[in-house]
T-cell receptor
Framework: DAGVIQSPRHEVTEMGQEVTLRCKPI?????LFWYRQTMMRGLELLIY????????DSGMPEDRFSAKMPNASFSTLKIQPSEPRDSAVYFC????????????FGPGTRLTVT | AQSVAQPEDQVNVAEGNPLTVKCTYS??????LFWYVQYPNRGLQFLLK??????LVKGSYGFEAEFNKSQTSFHLKKPSALVSDSALYFC????????????FGTGTKLQVIP
């Protein structure tokens, strides 16, 4: 298996622009998680899906952030409009359903908003 | 609410010496505990987990962790540190109720000195 795939790996954009991050989870995994990592705030859970349904989006910082999972093999995280404080590394992770399972992380997307 | 504490931002150890990275947790039900490692510019990688059973759990790369219920701790250990073990280590917890959300600690940077 190729593991969790994220694209793009790096994104540089100007403030006010729309940014879309993409994730392909491991085949067969029912749960998908979006995280943000910064030096100041560490690793933050933004949202997670189970069987394509958003279960907990309490970590989404504000309405500028939205996430979708139209099918079991694809998810997007969109920021519109982007701001410099959104600069971070965004990780997608997937796991089988159930609390006993560990998560498998993608390589991350490094977002820079200027 | 569940929480994880990693009291040390950084741990320095000489190559060949034993290492310990500390983690304490708080959870309402039975804890499911995880350790992950992050190398520079990479996503988190699963090392080991405690679900139930033996308090000493063995994982990847020679790491092990000891679950101590009375002290609510899950310290990561390795008998002999390698320079290649230098990385950022995260402890994580979720309770056993089936709720999927996992809470990560703030991370501990391990520096193994040659």
């Amino acid at each position: 298996d190729a593991g969790v795939i994220q694209s793009p790996r790096h994104e540089v954009t100007e403030m006010g622009q729309e940014v879309t991050l993409r994730c392909k989870p491991i085949s067969g995994h029912n749960s998908l998680f979006w995280y943000r990592q910064t030096m100041m705030r560490g690793l933050e859970l933004l949202i997670y899906f189970n069987n394509n349904v958003p279960i907990d989006d309490s970590g989404m910082p504000e309405d500028r952030f939205s996430a979708k999972m139209p099918n079991a093999s694809f998810s997007t995280l969109k920021i519109q409009p982007s701001e410099p404080r959104d600069s971070a590394v965004y990780f997608c992770a997937s796991s089988p359903s159930g609390s006993v399972h560990e998560q498998y992380f993608g390589p991350g997307t490094r977002l820079t908003v200027t | 609410a569940q929480s994880v504490a990693q009291p040390e931002d950084q741990v320095n150890v000489a190559e060949g010496n034993p290492l310990t990275v500390k983690c304490t947790y708080s959870v309402s039900g039975n804890p499911y505990l995880f350790w992950y490692v992050q190398y520079p510019n990479r996503g988190l990688q699963f090392l080991l987990k405690y679900i139930t059973g033996d308090n000493l759990v063995k994982g990847s790369y020679g790491f092990e962790a000891e679950f101590n219920k009375s002290q609510t701790s899950f310290h990561l250990k390795k008998p002999s540190a390698l320079v290649s073990d230098s990385a950022l280590y995260f402890c994580a917890v979720r309770d056993g109720t089936g709720y999927q959300k996992v809470t990560f600690g703030t991370g501990t940077k391990l520096q193994v000195i040659p």
